[in-house]
């Protein structure tokens, strides 16, 4: 199961994307890609999150296409939103 959500921003595309690639990079991840879109993958708790983001306007939309069954979306989201808000 697929999650998907859009987290907006103020700022340009390139500031999101920095706090972003710093949240992943900092729980051992890894974050490729450019100001437009791309893919991203990180551990949590043995487990494997993977997932792709685009910028559309002042939206960071984020598709996450693996994680553990047992992660809702809604909590993947919650994080997300807290540490790039």
């Known amino acids: 199961m697929s999650c998907n959500f859009k987290v907006p921003f103020v700022g340009s595309a390139e500031e999101i994307l920095n706090k972003t690639?710093?949240?992943?990079?900092?729980?051992?991840?890894?974050?490729e890609g450019d100001q437009f879109n791309g893919t991203f993958s990180v551990s949590l708790l043995s487990n494997t999150i993977e997932g792709s983001y685009s910028v559309v306007g002042n939206d960071l939309e984020l598709n996450i296409q693996k994680k553990p069954a047992f992660l809702p979306c809604n909590a993947i989201e919650s994080f997300l939103v807290k540490k790039l808000g």
């Open 21 to 31: 690639k710093t949240a992943v990079i900092s729980q051992g991840g890894k974050f």
